[in-house]
């Protein structure tokens, strides 16, 4: 399709975007002389153009291209090499830090976690984001103006954050503990910072219009639309994850086109003119995207939107890949730590693969209209079914390959549930928008309900599903992801003229499943865990797809993350029986943390031989109902069979 033909603007931006991603990997003396390089090339073209006093279209395209090499390396290296470093040297050192809260990352009942902008540090003027956490329940609220002594934590260091790289994807350099209650200080707020304002405003939103729907249901709603996910639960997120739609519950281009058309119908309803239409959409998709915290994905939906209407006004041609690409070299010039975002480059994904294969299927839909001989109207039908059914899995396709290679798994319901909530998420939006709007009316809560359930109700049917995640970890997944991503970048950018390239795709997407699925169901293996200050050990049993995990831990109290480890461990992504040796940890609420992160069918526990020990029964099977696992009290059986 010949993607980057007479489109210099957007190849230069997407080389900007590439030189992104290798320039946070690239050694300091490599990254810096690259730059510099390319920078003396692009002064050295520049230069000989004014000489020669001719700047054509290669000289023009040439420019492009440097400049955005040069560019993006040196904004790599300033955030990450200059900013960041000299934040990381702060490791270990007690701080005096002045801020804002913007954020309640988490509450528990013995810390807080809150994500702060800090201002002044050791009474120097700064501008930094960072999480700061208390050692105990902290009673500082979103917009609340604080002083503190806190000390940095070098952040490849701490257990809790899953990787240095997701802690910078939010944009915060620090990460600060406060251990003792004195040292925090309530200051009074000169002014309010629009960013808080917004933030209490969603925050009151979603607090009451959650209340008004109920329940989990409530929860997914508000996540639906106004992006605060406060209220769902784990194992909500597990569900959906394990379903392959985790992307329906964060804010993407879906949402905001939806929202957008939404706003467009009423508007023209009223009979609105073009332009008042124009600047009315501009203003309500910003506004929005204000209320939502300025989520990337979001920016992006916003960003292109604007570009949209934009040539609209000037009554010029809007090319989308080309909007696409420059949307992209905004958001990474003007936050250079959004390239370690995943959720904005899987939006990205989505819409670059459904604005590059769209055009694809309107060959096959005009064979289809003229063999059948279909009416007008009857063709706009079956080719709104087609569309929506062949975008949804382009776009799909996209982000199996992105997960598969990020998370290193792959969901197989992710595309016929996507289509079959497709309706469902878009009522949703529009009857949660309304009911926000206007909270008066009474049935739209039910509405509201109605569709969430609808929602769950469709995850956990496919979630529930054996072996529906398929782990792609193994050397021979890896290689066909490869050989598909290739493929898929072949099909993007050269000129095709014949439809049949585009059948390996599809064959080695069946390849994928194949290898995947035989691997996983031949797996024999018995995985050793070795858990830290000798507090027992994890032991994995995998055959035929079924996965028994064994747990002899005494009462660790990052019990759960130790049997996630190892239920994470080699092809598995589900664990069928979880098999406790013996009544030693009163606290059952990690129950719950391992039901957020690893699906569990059945729990065997060993029969109880007094009244502390049943009492602990009576709480697991408490918390075990709570997450649809069943109880039983078989341990000893299973523990002999699995013993050689």
């Not at 639906?224 to 985790?246: E, M, P, Q, Y």
């Amino acid at each position: 399709m010949h993607t980057f033909y007479n489109r210099p603007l957007a190849f230069s931006a997407f080389l900007f975007a590439v030189c992104a991603i290798f320039g946070y990997r690239m050694p300091f003396g490599v990254k810096l002389g690259i730059a510099i390089v390319a920078s003396f090339l692009l002064l050295l073209l520049l230069a000989f153009s004014l000489f020669r006093k001719h700047f054509g279209k290669k000289t023009l395209f040439s420019a492009l291209c440097i400049g955005a090499v040069a560019l993006s390396l040196w904004s790599s290296f300033y955030y990450f090499q200059i900013r960041y470093a000299k934040y990381r040297s702060y490791a270990d050192e007690p701080l005096v830090v002045e801020g804002v809260v913007l954020e309640r990352s988490a509450s528990q009942p013995f810390y807080s976690s809150l994500s702060v902008s800090l201002d002044r540090i050791d009474g120097e003027a700064e501008n930094v984001r960072g999480e700061l956490v208390f050692s105990y329940p902290s009673a500082l609220q979103v917009g609340d103006r604080f002083r503190t002594v806190a000390t940095a934590v070098d952040i490849s260091n701490i257990e809790l954050i899953n990787s240095e790289e997701t802690f910078l994807s939010d944009g915060k350099m620090l990460y600060l503990t406060v251990a003792e209650e004195g040292d925090c200080e309530i200051l009074p707020s000169a002014q309010l910072d629009l960013r808080v304002l917004f933030s209490r405003l969603n925050t009151r939103l979603s607090y009451a219009f959650r209340n008004r729907v109920g329940g989990e249901e409530g929860g997914i709603a508000a996540a639906l639309l106004l992006g605060n996910r406060t209220w769902i639960s784990d194992h909500t997120s597990l569900i959906f994850r394990r379903a392959g739609i985790s992307h329906l519950l964060a804010l993407s281009g879906l949402h905001v086109s939806i929202l957008i058309g939404f706003a467009e119908l009423i508007l023209r309803r009223f009979r609105v003119p073009k332009i008042g239409r124009a600047f009315a959409i501009c203003l309500l998709a910003f506004g929005y995207l204000a209320l939502t915290g300025f989520s990337l994905s979001t920016c992006r939906a916003v960003l292109m939107m604007a570009v949209t209407y934009l040539g609209f006004l000037l009554g010029d041609d809007y090319d989308s890949f080309t909007g696409l690409c420059v949307v992209l070299f905004l958001i990474l010039l003007i936050t250079p730590y959004a390239v370690l975002d995943s959720s904005m480059w899987m939006s990205f994904l989505a819409a670059c693969g459904i604005i590059v294969f769209s055009p694809a299927l309107d060959t096959p839909m005009n064979v289809l209209r003229t063999k059948l001989h279909l009416s007008a109207k009857l063709f706009l039908v079956v080719k709104g079914f087609f569309t929506a059914l062949s975008v949804g899995i382009v776009a799909n396709l996209a982000l199996m390959l992105y997960t598969a290679f990020l998370f290193g798994e792959i969901s197989m319901a992710s595309v016929p549930a996507t289509l079959l909530l497709s309706i469902p998420v878009t009522l949703l939006l529009y009857c949660s928008a309304i009911a926000v709007c206007i909270p008066i009316l009474p049935i739209l809560p039910e509405c509201c309900a109605f569709l969430s359930g609808l929602m769950l109700r469709v995850a956990g049917f496919f979630s529930d599903i054996e072996n529906i995640m398929m782990p792609a970890d193994g050397a021979a997944t890896k290689i066909c992801l490869a050989l598909m991503t290739v493929m898929l970048i072949f099909l993007a950018v050269a000129k095709l003229k014949r439809a049949f390239w585009a059948i390996p795709v599809p064959l080695l997407l069946a390849l994928t499943i194949c290898v995947t699925q035989t691997v996983t169901l031949l797996s024999v293996n018995e995985l050793p865990v070795t858990i830290p200050a000798g507090a027992g050990e994890v032991r994995l049993y995998g055959k035929g797809g079924v996965n028994v995990l064994v747990n002899d831990t005494r009462g660790n109290a990052s019990e759960a993350y130790e049997i996630k480890l190892a239920a994470t461990a080699d092809y598995c992504t589900e664990v069928n029986d979880l098999v406790f040796c013996r009544y030693y940890n009163q606290a059952t609420y990690f129950i719950g943390r391992l039901a957020g992160e690893v699906m569990v069918r059945r729990m065997h526990l060993p029969k109880p031989s007094d009244d502390r020990e049943r009492a602990i029964a009576r709480r697991l099977e408490q918390e075990a109902a709570l997450y649809g696992i069943e109880v039983e009290y078989d341990a000893e059986a299973i523990l002999a069979r699995l013993e050689p």
